[in-house]
């Protein structure tokens, strides 16, 4: 079995700031766990800027010793300008199959003052769990403030840890 742990941080912006930075982006849309959260604010990021994603991610690659994902797929590649983290997600779950590795669960913890993600999370279990083709049972996801303090609780962000085990899948012959 092998444990990776990931991190990721978004800076929250207007709408207004977010189409000056990506004019081509038409209708941006804030989204954690591949899940549509109304909020008055944006994520901010070469791709969709979804934390979620992006730190399970990077603790699949972490326990899979593949890295992280800014090294399979860098902010200056265009081909992944404004991309589903969906997409990368499942493309990280093929890179970690590659290496024989099952998900055993995840961990995340997402930290945000705004807005209230309790009622979001059944949505993300759902979404989560499809993508990785596992069990809802093998993910958790909690969500926290920062009591107001830092970057998260002068709403500027949010971020995200996420922890993963994975486990060697042993062939017939083994």
């Known amino acids: 079995m092998r444990i990776g742990h990931g991190f990721d941080v978004h800076k929250l912006v207007t709408k207004e700031e977010y189409l000056e930075r ?7 849309v804030f989204k954690l766990a591949g899940v549509i959260i109304s909020h008055d604010k944006l994520l901010l990021g070469h791709s969709d ?5 992006h730190a399970i991610s990077d603790a699949l690659l972490g326990a899979a010793a593949h890295r992280d994902i800014g090294f399979h797929f860098p902010d200056t590649d265009e081909n992944f300008a404004g991309i589903d983290s969906l997409i990368l ?7 970690i199959q590659a290496d024989n590795y099952a998900i055993g669960n995840i961990d995340v913890t997402i930290m945000a003052q705004k807005p209230k993600l309790s009622p979001y999370i059944p949505a993300m279990l759902e979404v989560l769990a499809q993508a990785l083709s596992i069990e809802q049972d093998q993910i958790n996801i909690k969500a926290t403030t920062t009591e107001k303090l830092g970057f998260v609780g002068r709403e500027e962000g949010i971020a995200c840890e996420a922890v993963v085990l994975l486990k060697h899948k042993f062939s017939i012959a083994d």
């Open 22 to 28: 990506y004019p081509e982006r038409i209708n941006p």
């Open 49 to 53: 800027a979804d934390v979620v994603i």
């Open 89 to 95: 997600l499942k493309k990280v779950l093929e890179i």
